[in-house]
Structure formats: structure tokens, C-alpha cells
């Protein structure tokens, strides 16, 4: 029996009055709409995009990214227009499938779901079955005979409802459809701005601009009969970018069901035994959309009684494995070239496929074994908290994430942890789509009592063999496979191998997101800032202002005048003279061990810094703070390898050629950062004295004294790296806990 769609007709494109796709807000997607990615989301392009290549997809509309902005401008109201719109878009779904919007015969459910120009998987939200009320379920039993069917159904959306619209597990969900539409539409264009959102999008370098479009879908329902389901398929392995299709299927289930990872799914083979004519289907459609997308497919399906829907296709989040196996076995059929095949691997992907693959050969028994859904080996103490694995993380421990199953909320834990383990889902849940993004090793579904077992152990997760191991565990060698397809890489980029990895970093640094990100208008304007603040610095060495030494107060916590003098080259007597001041104007307060910070200097500190950030160009700080980041990564490594010879080896400094090295590294960097630096201080003049401060202490540590390096209590390169890092931090508004959460303030 079929409850969603049935047939499909084609009304107008464009609705709420609007004369013209240039400004439309709410619009169909019939398959010829049109609009970009940027107006319309990957959602709603994706939906249009398959229904005009003839797949089977439930009707639709979208409220565009024009209608998020005007959202924002209208003070998070729904206007008179684009409610309108969202009217006659749903009068277009009750005529493509026969159904009617909160009848109570032969009613029509909506999903309402999110979609920003760029893939967010799991971070924004999602209302399902909206339109529910006591009459339309009583409607479905009628027209189904299965009371536990639309009851379920009626559960789910309430939950959801509750959730995401309310925020509250006890509150009233509205009887009026209409009603539940505005709140859910609201609620999805606001998700935009949560905290994971923002956070995920600084992690990948996606704008705060680009806003999310809302599309409004007639359910189908997976949950409806025995031959009914959910799923998801890749049209290529997404852990080694091998062919055939891998996917997961659950029965009688919604796609919230194996996304969010609280059910464990079952293979795609048992589709095939199920349910064979629709396993040939999806195996066609999903054949067609690569070769259209001519990238790995991440396709979401249902199927009800027997029938097969397609919900979304986008590019698949991938393994940095199947990054490279993907690329080049794409060439070698013809559906990209080789210039492509560069585009699609980063200089981290290439990285992390060269360091020692699983280690399943250890002869160890496993903790514990689940499905493998981010190949990689990480070694760390276990803990099941994100905010403590953000802290923990911060303070340099190596540590590995377990949970139940993980959701958006745990993103900044994620981002801390060296691996994720989880008891629950599959290799198409939240945890396995984010692991796979950010990169780190992840095995999924090790069952129930896993995390109690695991918590507060040093264990090593292999993410390729899918399993928890006692202790430290070292990898074995990169496959022979591996290497050959990076030789293949090399070849076209016309490089040694060895010399990939660095090439490839050299171009994302010229491609970065920071820069991609910007019109050549904003470019032009940039630059012209830059050079307008160059010519304007003066020359003679300016007072130094009261924001510079509370602010350097603020970073060291607590600091005696000689090191006031020192980091900010002014006499020690002023400085004592600057610091008993701030003492008797209760700014500061005086301790054994230098002045720091009180309540109210804090609050003074804050209004100097507003008034800063109000004199700098926002988006040449920006910029030039996105490039320092790529610098502060390799700095990381630098500093590490001076501590640490390899995990478990500390560095005591014997080995005069290793030390030698690493300090050769240090100094390349030095001088490849120091333009930067210099032109930091020509945007924010107060910033002009890190690069005195950090040719000291290169000068220093060349001169022999090592302690120049990254000792905490001195000037050392370290030391004023870190500094830097955090008074760029605010001059862009930000905070350190925004930035670690995002995998930068580390």
C-alpha cells in the first residue's frame, strides 16, 4: 500500500508572487528550477537535480537562501511573502501526490529539512512527518489498517517536534499543521547560527555568510510495512574508495534512524535477498548519479512497500585512503582527468595515507571490534566526556573519544580526540560521516557495554581493521597499493613522490578556503588596505598604549615588570612605573609572583579590544589570520618533534644531529613566517613588536641557548607563537574556546 507519493504533476516554478528566478524565495524543484547551489542548498539542488535526470523523488520546494537572509533581516520572522510562497508550495505537493496538507482523509506528511550550499552532515536540523495531529492518525490507521504504523509515526514526530522546534521534551505540540510548519521552518533557518554549526564551519573553513535554504518534502515512510525501510549507499567504498557499492539498510525505519546512529543497520546484501528488483533499481540509479556527479555518491534512500525512493545524493565524505584510490581510479575510467585527480587530495590526505597503515597482525587480543569507519591508527587514553576530551586535549593529552553513538552536540569532542569509538551504528552514522571529514581513525557498532570497559584504558584504535587494542600498538607498513597509487599521483604532478606531499600543500595554501571565500572585488579591497596601511606606519617607535600591556598581562596570566619590559622593549623602570599604576586603578592586583588581571581590568581589557577590533579591517585580519593557521600547523609539528622524539620517546636533548634538525626546521619556518608577521603589524600597529620578539628568540637558540625554543616562563619562539595566536584570536572576535573547539588553539 502506498502512503507517500503517488503521482506527480507539474504547477508553476516560482511561488509567492515574484516575478523572476533572479529574486525568487520559495521555489519548486520540478526538475528544471535552475538555481545554484548558493540559492538553493545541496539539498534541494540535489532533489532537483535527480528528479531532472528521471530518478524516482518525492515532490519538493525550497525556501531559498534569499528567503534565510530575509529571515535574518525581518528579526527571525517568516514574511507575508515567503509565507505565501510556502503556501502555494505545499498546494503544488497536494497536487503531486494527491494528498491534502492536515486532512483527515488521505493526509499529506511533510519532512522539513535543512540545506546549506555546502555538505554540514548532522549539523544543522531537521523536522520529519509534519502535518501529524490526532485526525490525520487516526486517518492512516484507517487507510493503512496499521494503528502501530501511525502511531509510531505520530511518536517520532512529536519527539522531533519537541526537540528541535520547542526545546522542550514536555511541551505542546500544535494541532494546527499550518501552525507546525511555521515552527519548523523557523527552527531550521535558525539552526544555522547554533553552536555546532558555527563550529563546524570554522573547522572546515566554510563561511558564516553563506546562510541555509529549507526544503519542504512529501514523506515517504520506511516505517510503513514489513517491505518498507531506510538506508544509505555509496556508489564507492568510502574507507578505500573501492568498488563495488557499500551501503547499510534498516527495516522498517526512518533515515534519522541510521544517520544519528542509535540503531545499527544491516548490510545492503540484505536488500538484495529481501527485496531484489528494488536493489537492481538503486544499484542503476546509483551508477547513474556517479557518472553524472563523476565523484563517489553518498545516496539516501527509502523504500515503502516495495518501492524505492531517492532522498539526496551528494559528493561522499571519504577516508584520505579512498581520496586517493578514488582519484585515481576515476582517471583510469575516463570520468575525470588527471588535473582533477590533483584538485581532489589535500596534502593532509596524501600525508596521512603514507604513515603506517592497521596494525590486525599484532597477535593481541582485541577490547573490542565493530565496523571500520575511518581507516587510521591513534593511540590515547579513553574517555566518554567531549567537553572533557576538549580539555584534556587542550592540555596536551592524547585521548580517544567513546560514546554510545555521537551526535552534532559532540562535535568539539571530536574534533579533540585522536579517534572515536562508539557502541552503536553503522558506516553511514553521524560518527562515521564526521570521522571520515575531519580524519580521524573511528570504528562504529562494538556493541552494548563497550564504553564501561574501555573508559580511562590506553588503547590504540584501528580504524582499518575495526578494532580497540590494548596499549601502544605500531602500524605496519604503507601497502604496496598505496604507494603505487601516490606514484601515479606524482607522476601527473610531474614531482618526485617524496616531493608530493609538500607540493600539494604549497597549492592549498594558494587555494585556501580563507581565500576562496572572497569576491576578487574583496581581494582588490584587501589589498588595498594592506598597502594603505603599509605606507601609514610610522617609522619612530611608538608609546606603548595601555591595551598593549594589559593585553600582555591578560595572555601571560601573571607577569613580573622585567618581563613586561622585555616582551614589549620599554625601560624596566616604566614598566614598574606602568604596573604599580595599574595596581593603584584596581586594574591589576599585585601577587608573589607578578601582577595579573582583576575583574575590572578585565572589563577594561574588553573595551580596549572592541575599540581595536573597530579600527582594523576585518576582513584583511581575517585573512591574514587564516594564513597564520596554516603556519601555526607545521609550527605544531616543529615543536612537538623538539619534545618528543616519536610518543613514548621524550627528547633529553642528547642527540646533537636531531636537535640540530629540528631547530633547522624552526629557523626555515621563522623566515618563511616573518613576512607575515610584519605585515600583521602594518594591519593592528600594536601587533609590530612579535617580530622583534620572535627574532630574538630565533636569534637566541641559533646562538646556542635551546631554552630559547618553547620554554614557558621566557620570550621563547613558543612562547610569542602562542601570544600572537591569541591576540589574533581577538582580533577576529573570537575566543580560545571557539578556536580549540575548532581544532586551531591547540
Not at 488521505?106 to 519532512?111: A, D, G, H, I, K
Not at 626546521?665 to 602594518?682: K, N
Amino acid at each position: 500500500m502506498t502512503i507517500g507519493v503517488e503521482s506527480v504533476e507539474r504547477p508553476e516554478a516560482v511561488f509567492g508572487g515574484l516575478d523572476s528566478d533572479r529574486h525568487a524565495s520559495v521555489v519548486e524543484l520540478d526538475g528544471t528550477c535552475g538555481l545554484s547551489r548558493e540559492r538553493i542548498g545541496g539539498k534541494a539542488w540535489s532533489v532537483d537535480h535527480m528528479r531532472g535526470l528521471g530518478l524516482p523523488v518525492p515532490p519538493a520546494f525550497v525556501l531559498t537562501t534569499e528567503a534565510w537572509a530575509e529571515f535574518g533581516a525581518n528579526g527571525g520572522v517568516i514574511g507575508a511573502e515567503i509565507w505565501a510562497g510556502v503556501r502555494e508550495g505545499i498546494a503544488a505537493l497536494e497536487r503531486g501526490t494527491g494528498r491534502r496538507f492536515g486532512s483527515a482523509q488521505r493526509p499529506l506528511l511533510v519532512s522539513v529539512r535543512s540545506g546549506a550550499a555546502v555538505s554540514m552532515p548532522g549539523m544543522m536540523d531537521t523536522v520529519l512527518n509534519l502535518g501529524m495531529t490526532d485526525a490525520v492518525e487516526r486517518a492512516l490507521t484507517d487507510e493503512t489498517g496499521n494503528p502501530v504504523y501511525a502511531s509510531d509515526t505520530r511518536r517520532r514526530f512529536s519527539t522531533q517536534y519537541r526537540e528541535i522546534v520547542l526545546g522542550d521534551a514536555n511541551g505542546i505540540v500544535p494541532e494546527d499543521p499550518w501552525e507546525q510548519l511555521r515552527g519548523a521552518v523557523t527552527a531550521v533557518f535558525r539552526s544555522w547560527d547554533s553552536a555546532r554549526a558555527k563550529t563546524y564551519r570554522r573547522t572546515q573553513g566554510v563561511s558564516d555568510t553563506l546562510g541555509t535554504a529549507v526544503t519542504v518534502q512529501a514523506m515517504v515512510f520506511g516505517n510503513l510495512d514489513a517491505h518498507s525501510g531506510t538506508g544509505v549507499l555509496f556508489s564507492r567504498n568510502p574507507n578505500t574508495g573501492e568498488r563495488p557499492v557499500f551501503g547499510e539498510w534498516l527495516v522498517g525505519g526512518q533515515g534519522e534512524d541510521v544517520v544519528s546512529g542509535r540503531t545499527t543497520p544491516r548490510p545492503l546484501d540484505d536488500l538484495a535477498a529481501a527485496l531484489p528488483e528494488v536493489h537492481r533499481e538503486l544499484l542503476a540509479a546509483a551508477a547513474l548519479l556517479e557518472r553524472d556527479g563523476r565523484d563517489i555518491q553518498d545516496i539516501e534512500f527509502t523504500v515503502e512497500s516495495g518501492r524505492l525512493w531517492l532522498l539526496q545524493s551528494r559528493p561522499a565524505k571519504r577516508s584520505a585512503r579512498a581520496a586517493v584510490r578514488a582519484a585515481v581510479g576515476m582517471v583510469d575510467e575516463g570520468l575525470i582527468d588527471a588535473n582533477e585527480a590533483l584538485r581532489r587530495v589535500s596534502a593532509d590526505q596524501l600525508r596521512t595515507v603514507l604513515r603506517p597503515a592497521s596494525g590486525d597482525d599484532t597477535g593481541l587480543t582485541p577490547l573490542a571490534h565493530g565496523e571500520s569507519a575511518c581507516p587510521g591508527l591513534a593511540t590515547g587514553v579513553v574517555v566518554t566526556d567531549p567537553d572533557e576530551a576538549e580539555t584534556r586535549s587542550a592540555a596536551g593529552e592524547y585521548v580517544i573519544l567513546a560514546r554510545p553513538t555521537t551526535s552534532p552536540d559532540d562535535l568539539h569532542g571530536m574534533i579533540a580526540a585522536q579517534a572515536i569509538v562508539t557502541e552503536l551504528g553503522g558506516a553511514t552514522s553521524h560518527a562515521a560521516l564526521v570521522s571520515r571529514e575531519l580524519g580521524r581513525p573511528c570504528v562504529v557498532g562494538c556493541g552494548p557495554g563497550v564504553v564501561e570497559a574501555l573508559v580511562g584504558r590506553l588503547v590504540t584504535v584501528d580504524g582499518g581493521a575495526g578494532t580497540v587494542w590494548p596499549g601502544q600498538v605500531v602500524g605496519k607498513a604503507v601497502e604496496g597499493a598505496v604507494l603505487e597509487d601516490v606514484d601515479r599521483l606524482a607522476q601527473w604532478a610531474r614531482v618526485d613522490s617524496a616531493d608530493l606531499p609538500e607540493h600539494l600543500a604549497d597549492r592549498d595554501r594558494i587555494e585556501s578556503p580563507a581565500t576562496a571565500e572572497h569576491s576578487d572585488a574583496e581581494v582588490v579591497r584587501s589589498a588595498t588596505a594592506l598597502d594603505t596601511n603599509a605606507h601609514n606606519v610610522i617609522q619612530a617607535k611608538p608609546e606603548v598604549s595601555e591595551l598593549a600591556i594589559l593585553r600582555l598581562i591578560g595572555i601571560k596570566g601573571r607577569v613580573q615588570p622585567n618581563a613586561v619590559a622585555t616582551s614589549l622593549d620599554i625601560a624596566e623602570a616604566e614598566a614598574d612605573s606602568r604596573s604599580s599604576d595599574f595596581v593603584m586603578r584596581g586594574l591589576c592586583a599585585g601577587t608573589p609572583v607578578g601582577v595579573r588581571l582583576t575583574p575590572h581590568g578585565r572589563e577594561q581589557l574588553t573595551q580596549l579590544l572592541e575599540h581595536e577590533r573597530a579600527d582594523v579591517d576585518r576582513s584583511v585580519i581575517a585573512a591574514a589570520y587564516d594564513e597564520f593557521c596554516e603556519f601555526n600547523a607545521e609550527l605544531k609539528e616543529v615543536i612537538t618533534a623538539w619534545q618528543m622524539k616519536d610518543p613514548s620517546t621524550v627528547n633529553d636533548h642528547s642527540d646533537n644531529a636531531y636537535d640540530t634538525a629540528i631547530l633547522a626546521r624552526l629557523t626555515t619556518l621563522h623566515h618563511r613566517v616573518a613576512p607575515l608577521v610584519e605585515r600583521i603589524g602594518t594591519i593592528a600597529p600594536r601587533l609590530t613588536p612579535y617580530t622583534d620578539r620572535l627574532n630574538r628568540a630565533v636569534e637566541r637558540m641559533n646562538g646556542g641557548d635551546h631554552s630559547w625554543v618553547a620554554r614557558p616562563i621566557m620570550d621563547s619562539y613558543h612562547t610569542v607563537w602562542f601570544e600572537l595566536h591569541e591576540d589574533l584570536i581577538g582580533l577576529c572576535g573570537l575566543s580560545r574556546a571557539d578556536e580549540a573547539a575548532a581544532g586551531r588553539a591547540h
